[in-house]
Every structure is written in C-alpha cells, then in structure tokens.
C-alpha cells in the first residue's frame, strides 16, 4: 500500500521562497495522478497543483499560478512543490495527495479524487 510523507515546510518571510518534497513508499507513483492541497486554520482543505497521470499536463490553483511549480522525480518516488514569492496568505497545512486511478482533467482539482494522502506539513509564512 502506497503511503505519502511531506516534509520541507516551516517558518517563513514574506517573498521567501520554499520546496516542500512528498515521498512515496510502498509502491510507485510512476502512474499516478499527484497534487498539492492546502488547509488553513479554520478553512477547507483546497487545491493548490496537480500533475496528472501521464505526467504532461499541470494545473495550479489561480491564488498560486506563476508563484508555486509542481515536479515529479518518478525514479526517486517523490514529487515536489517549489514555492517562490511566498505571502502571508499560503499559510496553510500542505498535504501531498496521490491516485492510482485515472483521474479526468475535469475533476483533477477535487480531493475527494484522490485517495492517498500524507499527514502534512506546515508552512507558516509572517510579513
């Protein structure tokens, strides 16, 4: 059974920069689909960046879009989440989410697609 681990996250400036690093164990992300979500105290778990299965296609939150780039090292089994331009407001828990199964483009941005998550790991940034 596949399992997630996040780490990188931490104590941050206003337009710091950070890269958050997800490991899989267990099994392979090779074919997975992969993303980044976020959850704020107090608010929703939300879609931040996804690489879909083929690896080909990326899809980022607007609120992070040209700010946050998602990777993927499919021989380590890790997948990464480089953030530049860090604001006060990406504070947040970020979770590294995977699915084994297909996911369509259409709903790639729905944690409710996805069926493997990590434990998280939090980036708090101050101004």
């Known amino acids: 059974q596949v399992q997630l681990a996040e780490s990188g996250g931490g104590l941050l400036q206003a337009g710091d920069s950070l890269r958050l690093t997800c490991v899989a164990s267990?099994?392979?992300?090779?074919?997975?689909?992969v993303a980044w979500f976020r959850q704020a105290a107090g608010n929703e778990r939300e879609f931040v960046a996804a690489?879909?299965?083929?690896?080909?296609?990326?899809h980022y939150a607007d609120s992070v879009k040209d700010r946050f780039t998602i990777s993927r090292d499919n021989a380590k089994n890790m997948v990464y989440l480089q953030m530049n331009s860090l604001k006060p407001e990406d504070t947040a828990v970020y979770y590294c989410?995977?699915?084994?199964?297909?996911?369509?483009?259409?709903?790639?941005?729905?944690?409710?697609?996805?069926?493997?998550w990590g434990q998280g790991t939090q980036v708090t940034v101050s101004s």
């Open positions: 989410a995977a699915a084994l199964n297909f996911i369509p483009t259409t709903v790639i941005r729905n944690l409710d697609e996805y069926d493997i």
């Open positions: 267990g099994g392979t992300l090779n074919f997975a689909s």
């Open positions: 690489n879909t299965q083929s690896g080909l296609s990326y």
